[in-house]
């Protein structure tokens, strides 16, 4: 089955810092990927979808300047966090349709991110 | 606005149970449903897909269930193991690729 990795797969920062996480398509090629968040014993929410080659689509609610998402690539999709604050810790989970596959979703390992 | 919500939230369950988890979603317009499997801090694992036309799909011990038009699906576990322990989420899927996903059921099978 297609895979789709992250990383880093957790990462600990200073508040008002901003990190980067990558979402790879490691044998497909994937004009769309979706990031999402998880907080704990919670399900999923869809924070925005990631189109290659143009603007991500943000969700209600969902700070497009805190969160910048670039889909540089048709593997590659990296969301960045910035000014991160210890609310902002999270799972945060990519997935992505493979071109011509839109059916089922591949998701990543996830990265835990943590405030402090 | 689609809502999907997952009964029960928790259920600790004695290996060798058969059970069944709930997932229901208020709009029936939906293309998909979707069950996963996740363990705890790793991402999604798939198990099952049916497609709207669908009213049932089967893989080893598990059976996933759809009435589209009640609004419900059921995922059967079948001789539950301990290593069935995990949080199962079903998700529907709206549009071209946009899933929503249920709140999860929290899954212990005790040895």
């Known amino acids: 089955g297609a895979v789709v990795s992250q990383h880093p797969s957790w990462v600990i920062c200073k508040s008002g810092t901003s990190v980067k996480i990558e979402c790879r398509s490691l044998?497909?090629?994937?004009?769309?990927m979706f990031w999402y968040r998880q907080f704990p014993k919670q399900s999923l929410m869809l924070m925005a979808t990631?189109?290659?080659?143009?603007?991500?689509?943000?969700e209600q609610g969902v700070e497009k300047d805190k969160f910048l998402i670039n889909h540089a690539s048709l593997t590659l999709s990296t969301l960045t966090v910035t000014s991160a604050h210890p609310e902002d810790s999270s799972f945060y989970i990519c997935?992505?349709?493979?071109?011509?596959?839109?059916?089922?979703?591949?998701f990543g390992p996830g990265t835990r991110l943590t405030v402090l | 606005k689609q809502e999907v919500t997952q009964i029960p939230a928790a259920l600790s369950v004695p290996e060798g149970e058969n059970l069944v988890l709930n997932c229901s979603f208020t709009d029936s317009a939906i293309y998909n449903l979707q069950w996963f499997r996740q363990d705890p801090g790793k991402g999604l694992t798939s198990l099952l897909l049916i497609q709207s036309s669908q009213r049932e799909q089967t893989s080893g011990r598990l059976n996933a269930s759809l009435d589209k038009s009640s609004g419900r699906s059921t995922l059967y576990i079948a001789a539950s193991q301990p290593g069935d322990s995990a949080t199962y989420l079903c998700a529907v899927k709206e549009g071209t690729y946009k899933y929503i996903f249920g709140t999860g059921t929290r899954l212990k099978v005790l040895a």
């Open positions: 997935s992505a349709f493979g071109t011509g596959a839109t059916d089922t979703q591949y």
């Open positions: 990631s189109n290659e080659g143009s603007k991500a689509t943000y």
């Open positions: 044998d497909f090629q994937a004009t769309t």
